[in-house]
Structures are given as C-alpha cells and as structure tokens.
C-alpha cells in the first residue's frame, strides 16, 4: 500500500511543473526583450454553432532578442516579469521567410547601382 502511495506522488511531482505551452506569430518586436505574440484559436460560437476565430495577444519576454516580426513561436507560462509579460519564450518554430527575401532584393538593388 505505501509503494502505491509513493508511486502516486512521484507522478504528482512530475506534472507539478508543467506550464502551459502555446503556439502563435509575433505580431511586434519593437520593446527591449519583449515581444508581442499574437494566438488564433476556432471557437464555435455557443448560440450560431458557427466556427470563430479568436484572437488574443500575449506579451513575451525574450532575452536574446532572436524573434522577429512574422515569425512563429512557442511561448510558456511564467511568473510575473512585468506588468503585462506572464509568458517568456521558449523557441521560434518558423522564421518570416518574406522579411529574408526582402533583405536579399535589397541587397540585389544596392549591388546593381
């Protein structure tokens, strides 16, 4: 009996830590180690039984300064940092592959002249 109660509460322990995880775009990288990530999330709406999209902005804080507008990343809970920060930012998943090939065309037309 008692290795089953210990068994549980290892269990316990191991989820005790587990912060919340969500995916979304940076819509603003323009604070010092903050970014601003936008979350879309369907929602069927409760009185038209319609499929919604819900959007809601979570402000993050990203200590190297590697995310960039555009750019898809994943963001965990966190304690308090500011005012607003809750969350930090745990990767970037995709790059804004628009804002590369813009660099590349500026690059191009600086050589031409």
Do not use: C
């Amino acid at each position: 009996m008692a290795t089953e109660t210990k068994s549980t509460t290892e269990n316990a322990a191991d989820t005790r830590h587990q912060h919340q995880v969500l995916t979304g775009r940076v819509t603003s990288a323009k604070m010092e180690k903050t970014i601003v990530v936008e979350v879309l999330r369907l929602v069927q709406h409760p009185k038209y039984r319609r499929v919604v999209r819900i959007s809601k902005k979570f402000y993050a804080h990203d200590e190297q300064r590697q995310a960039k507008p555009g750019d898809t990343v994943r963001i965990v809970a966190s304690r308090p940092i500011s005012k607003l920060k809750r969350w930090r930012l745990k990767e970037v998943l995709a790059r804004n592959v628009s804002e590369g090939i813009k660099a590349e065309i500026k690059r191009d037309r600086g050589a031409q002249q």
